[in-house]
T-cell receptor
Framework: AQSVTQLGSHVSVSEGALVLLRCNYS??????LFWYVQYPNQGLQLLLK??????LVKGINGFEAEFKKSETSFHLTKPSAHMSDAAEYFC?????????FGAGTRLTVKP | EAGVTQFPSHSVIEKGQTVTLRCDPI?????LYWYRRVMGKEIKFLLH????????ESGMPNNRFLAERTGGTYSTLKVQPAELEDSGVYFC????????????FGQGTRLTVV
């Protein structure tokens, strides 16, 4: 069975500061890992995904995440937060047949 | 190209009433998934269609929920009768290939049962 844990339901950073959203997963098979973002009144948008290959994955809007098998982690980072990054972020793990999501982390960006 | 579209965007109904949610996947996507997020909790899988067939409906909470995908195009999710705990956001996703490496999500339907 797969599961995802997102540490911190709310994260607040100042504009220009580092964004770090934590995600740990468990999976009995090599996982496919995803980060989705949901802006207010919009659907889930794929930020980035890891399937195979390079463990550092770059996504849209300057976000990236690193797959660390030894730590079973897939943390999302962005060097400098923008006001427009305020949204809810979801980490997900898939074995191709089933996708499991974390509870989400709401990111607030302070001016 | 149009994305995944869900109707309505919001629905408020009374306990005991019936509500039908609709999802139009991306054209040509055989795989269609329904998910639900209840009040700040994780997004949970409900079921998966491949064309018109239910591939996996292990996440359906109970027999008050009925999903259909006649003709393998759009899908409906009916809740009858609705209960208070059914409130949440219902997401639909579609993918061209079997498997969830490239799933596109709709904007969701926010259902409130009062």
């Amino acid at each position: 069975a797969q599961s995802v844990t997102q540490l911190g339901s709310h994260v607040s950073v100042s504009e220009g500061a580092l964004v770090l959203l934590r995600c740990n997963y468990s999976s009995s098979v090599p996982p496919y890992l995803f980060w989705y973002v949901q802006y207010p009144n919009q659907g889930l948008q794929l930020l980035l995904k890891y399937t195979t290959g390079a463990t550092l994955v770059k996504g849209i809007n300057g976000f990236e995440a690193e797959f660390k098998k030894s730590e079973t982690s897939f943390h999302l980072t962005k060097p400098s937060a923008h006001m427009s990054d305020a949204a809810e972020y979801f980490c997900a793990v898939s074995d191709l047949n089933d996708m499991r999501f974390g509870a989400g982390t709401r990111l607030t960006v302070k001016p | 190209e149009a994305g995944v579209t869900q109707f309505p965007s919001h629905s408020v109904i009374e306990k005991g009433q019936t509500v039908t949610l609709r999802c139009d996947p991306i054209s040509g996507h055989d795989n269609l998934y329904w998910y639900r997020r209840v009040m700040g909790k994780e997004i949970k899988f409900l079921l998966h269609f491949v064309k018109e067939s239910k591939q996996d409906e292990s996440g359906m909470p109970n027999n008050r929920f009925l999903a259909e995908r006649t003709g393998g195009t759009y899908s409906t999710l009916k809740v009858q009768p609705a209960e208070l705990e059914d409130s949440g956001v219902y997401f639909c996703a579609s993918s061209q290939l079997q498997g969830l490496t490239e799933a596109f999500f709709g904007q969701g339907t926010r259902l409130t049962v009062v």
